[in-house]
């Protein structure tokens, strides 16, 4: 059995080899259906014939960002069949969340990474999506959003001088800042400025922010869930900044219950416990 769980940067791979009792777990390249080139799929071409010859045999249960339509969907079953696979099941990340942090329970599940989005569950199937409209519209509370607010911040002079200068060293050697986040991997730059966010923490004015986006979490992906007061998230963003989501969100009565960095290894459990 393989369990994966996709994002557009990484895929991590769980998986129980036959007559091996000990799970493994590794990371790949991501695998976004809409970002597969000849580069990806070489890479995970290489991937897999590195394994052991009976390894195409396994199922897979694959969640990924971008599975959303039937033709994201295909596309990943038909890299994985031409490659030797025969059973693939694709749901999408948001499914594996749900599997992952609520099981077969309803409720309500949030995804805060790069990229921010949640929805409502019942316990076979999302009843209710929201957010989602991707970083240029939405993703408020994302990775993405609190770096593209501490730019503007930045730019604004909002920021003490010693934060000014590490934003500055994080672009170096490029000089000019603006030129660089417009690049076409600008919003992996942008993205990355979190962890100057997550160092000064205990500044005012990055309090300020991560209040901010949290807050406009809460009001564009929360707010409309119907009956919500608790949830549970998943994403390197709701783990690194857990206090100060629980703090903002605590503010609109909204408890939260769990938290994981990433939902690989629930959702693997899921599996062992469900799949026959």
């Not at 406009?216 to 919500?228: E, F, G, M, R, V």
């Not at 690194?240 to 969100?249: G, I, M, T, V, Y």
Request: with cysteine; hydrophobic share 35%; net charge neutral.
């Amino acid at each position: 059995m393989i369990v994966i769980e996709s994002g557009g940067t990484k895929s991590t791979w769980a998986y129980l080899e036959k007559d091996i009792s000990t799970a493994k777990f590794v990371e790949t390249v991501g695998l976004h259906p809409r970002e597969i080139d000849s580069n990806k799929r070489g890479v995970f071409s290489d991937f897999i014939n590195a394994k052991k010859k009976d390894f195409t045999d396994l199922p897979v249960y694959f969640y990924g960002a971008g599975c959303e339509k039937q033709k994201g969907k295909e596309t990943i079953i038909e890299l994985f069949n031409s490659h030797g696979f025969k059973k693939v099941q694709v749901e999408t990340d948001l499914k594996g969340a749900c599997l992952a942090l609520l099981g077969n329970n309803s409720g309500y599940i949030g995804i805060l990474g790069t990229g921010a989005v949640a929805a409502q569950f019942d316990g076979q199937k999302i009843t209710k999506l929201t957010s989602g409209l991707g970083h240029l519209i939405g993703d408020e509370g994302s990775g993405f959003d609190i770096g593209k607010r501490l730019l503007n911040a930045y730019f604004n002079s909002e920021l003490p001088a010693y934060i000014n200068t590490e934003v500055e060293s994080s672009f170096l050697p490029e000089k000019d800042i603006i030129h660089r986040v417009y690049k076409p991997d600008g919003r992996k730059v942008v993205a990355s400025l979190t962890h100057i966010a997550k160092k000064y923490s205990n500044e005012i004015a990055i309090q300020r922010i991560l209040d901010s986006a949290f807050s406009d979490y809460y009001y564009t992906a929360l707010k409309p869930l119907p009956n919500i007061s608790e949830i549970s998230l998943v994403g390197s963003i709701a783990y690194h900044f857990d206090n100060e989501l629980k703090r903002a969100l605590i503010k609109h009565n909204i408890a939260v219950q769990k938290i994981h960095q990433s939902a690989i290894n629930p959702l693997f459990q899921y599996h062992l416990e469900h799949t026959h």
